[in-house]
């Protein structure tokens, strides 16, 4: 049961675009579509922003995006907000019917 | 609306126990697996463990294995969390989450947490 790697931080400054990548293993990421995205403000409930790996639950701005290629999933968020400013983590179902999150990555606006 | 409130964190000696509990509203409870997510100070998410809709079926993370049970009240529409032989890298905010119809579905709603502090 091993995190998902993500970069610790990104940056990119309102209007931009940018992407969180997430890397796993044959056990997981690569194994399953099964792939979820949550931002996280300190101190609030995590929102999921991108499940089973590409798709968009109801009132998720269609900025955010997902895609995965083999072990790797990644996240884009196109024309950064200052609202988006917040940790990023990706999520994958594991074999033996556990879950694996990544380390988090903290997305700042500048 | 979907709502979970998450009771029952606290201080707690090593070694102890803790129970935490889980309000569900807003949704059929019976009808959806639910996990619990923990979140040590300055770290990230750490997936903890699941539960059928049903109960029948229970996963958990190798961290907890053997220590923690969850269980669930379908008629109440609560989720627990058994907590025994607390270890001082328990301490963490856990949150409990709404999942899908089966134990592979997406974690899709969270709750605010509940802060659990083992300490001597």
């Known amino acids: 049961q091993s995190a998902l790697t993500q970069p610790a931080s990104v940056s990119g400054s309102p209007g931009q675009s940018i992407t969180i990548s997430c890397t796993g293993t044959s056990s997981d990421v690569g194994s399953y579509n099964l792939v979820s995205w949550y931002q996280h403000h300190p101190g609030k409930a995590p929102k999921l922003m991108i499940y089973e790996g590409s798709k968009r639950p109801s009132g998720v701005s269609n900025r955010f995006s997902g895609s995965k290629s083999g072990n790797m999933a990644s996240l884009t968020i196109s024309g950064l907000q200052a609202e988006d400013e917040a940790d990023y983590y990706c999520c994958s179902y594991a074999r033996s019917s556990t879950w694996v999150f990544g380390g988090g990555t903290k997305l700042t606006v500048l | 609306q979907v709502q979970l409130v998450e009771s029952g964190g606290g201080v707690v000696q090593p070694g102890r126990s803790l129970r935490l509990s889980c309000a569900a509203s807003?949704?059929?409870?019976?009808?959806?697996?639910m996990h619990w997510v923990r979140q040590a100070p300055g770290k990230g998410l750490e997936w903890v463990a699941v539960i059928s809709y049903d109960g029948s079926n229970k996963y958990y993370a190798d961290s907890v294995k053997g220590r923690f049970t969850i269980s669930r009240d379908n008629s109440k529409n609560t989720l627990f969390m058994q907590m025994n032989s607390l270890r001082v890298e328990d301490t963490a905010v856990y949150y409990c989450?709404?999942?899908?119809?089966?134990?592979?579905?997406?974690?899709?709603?969270w709750g605010q947490g509940t802060l659990v502090t083992v300490s001597s």
């Open positions: 989450a709404k999942g899908g119809a089966a134990v592979a579905g997406t974690l899709g709603y």
């Open positions: 807003g949704f059929t409870f019976s009808n959806y697996a």
